[in-house]
């Protein structure tokens, strides 16, 4: 996968560890270029700086908020430089991401069709909405609303204060709902509101 010369035992390791994050990776890394191209580029620019420093991931500490440290700084010291923002076509590879980050169980779609349609929809808006914000804000947005990180995984993650990080997602969220808001406006429809948006996504 790697193309890395390594014992087999710490490939194995490092693959069991990393695989399972290999969807969230991506699709945040598709919310930060807007590109799928850029996107795999920069997941596998991760993948493979991570793998040459597994040695020194803590073990026992957590693997995931380790590896999206790496894909963040990735981000910021290579891709942000070069890659141009721009709108990411829809289309089924845009759906696929979507069900990735909030898809609900395959009973519960059955048991509940109205529901999750409306999740559906909710969820190509909010995302719409991310990928227009700001690429500081929209950072912090990520990794606390679709990845779930902690106010302290997250400033560990970017490397700022907690109050740098809790400062940045009230701003980004207040932009986030601001452009909600409008969109709502346009389409004659009730606006989105996030905090309700957030429980309801949580209970799912």
Known sequence: MLGLKSSTKTRAEFETLAMPCLDSLYASALR?????RDAEDLVQDAFMRAYRFFDKFERGTNFRAWLFKILTNTFINK???????????????RESVTAQLFSADATDQAANPEDHLLDRLLSEDVLLAI????????????????????????????????GTVMSRLFRGRKLLQ???????????????DLAQYRARKNMG
């Open 79 to 93: 891709y942000r430089r070069q890659v141009k923002e721009r709108t990411f076509s829809e289309g089924s590879e």
């Open 178 to 192: 601001k452009q909600l808001s409008s969109y709502a406006e346009g389409q004659n429809n009730s606006p989105i």
């Open 32 to 36: 930060l270029t807007h590109s799928d």
């Open 131 to 162: 990928d227009g914000l700001p690429i500081d804000f929209r950072m912090v947005v990520i990794l606390a609303d679709l990845q779930e990180f902690s106010y302290r995984e997250i400033a560990e993650i970017l490397d700022v204060p907690v």
